[in-house]
């Protein structure tokens, strides 16, 4: 899948997004490595830690479907109501993609179709904590 599709598919999770206390909307599209994409928008919470990034949710989702190998994420943000601005994954996301994803996922923060950024979560997240540390 180009990123192109990906990008909208988050476009169209951030629709429904639940953020009446941020007011900052957030969608993520999650490629499976069988094509099979995910979707996941935030969730907020009035007492704030329970709330939910699009990131998790997508993720969160893809596990409780069996899925497992993942190629790819896009994620786009922003104020309701104004411009998308590139958006990335906060450390809890981090940490989350580093639990099921190699070094080589492909994290893409988007604007839009056409303007956006692509980066590995080794690029991301170096020197990261996962699976393999507890396996020693």
């Given at each position: 899948?180009?990123?192109?599709?990906?990008?909208?598919?988050?476009?169209?999770?951030?629709?429904?997004?639940?953020?009446?206390?941020?007011?900052?909307?957030?969608?993520?599209?999650?490629?499976?490595?069988?094509?099979?994409v995910v979707?996941?928008?935030?969730?907020?919470?009035?007492?704030?830690?329970?709330?939910?990034?699009?990131?998790r949710v997508?993720?969160?989702k893809a596990?409780?479907?069996?899925?497992?190998?993942?190629?790819?994420?896009?994620?786009?943000?922003?104020?309701?109501?104004?411009?998308?601005?590139?958006?990335?994954?906060?450390?809890?996301?981090?940490?989350?993609?580093?639990?099921?994803?190699?070094?080589?996922?492909?994290?893409?923060?988007?604007?839009?179709?056409?303007?956006?950024?692509?980066?590995?979560?080794?690029?991301?997240?170096?020197?990261?904590?996962?699976?393999?540390?507890?396996?020693?």
């Open positions: 899948m180009d990123e192109k599709r990906l990008i909208q598919k988050a476009i169209e999770a951030r629709a429904q997004s639940y953020s009446p206390y941020s007011g900052f909307a957030v969608g993520a599209a999650l490629l499976c490595a069988d094509g099979t979707t996941g928008c935030n969730v907020e919470s009035a007492s704030y830690s329970p709330t939910v990034c699009a990131e997508a993720f969160v596990v409780s479907e069996g899925k497992r190998d993942f190629a790819a994420i896009a994620i786009v943000g922003g104020k309701t109501g104004m411009a998308l601005d590139a958006c990335y994954p906060c450390g809890v996301c981090r940490q989350t993609m580093a639990e099921f994803c190699r070094e080589d996922f492909r994290i893409v923060a988007a604007k839009s179709e056409s303007e956006w950024e692509a980066v590995t979560l080794g690029e991301l997240l170096p020197r990261r904590f996962g699976p393999e540390d507890l396996q020693a």
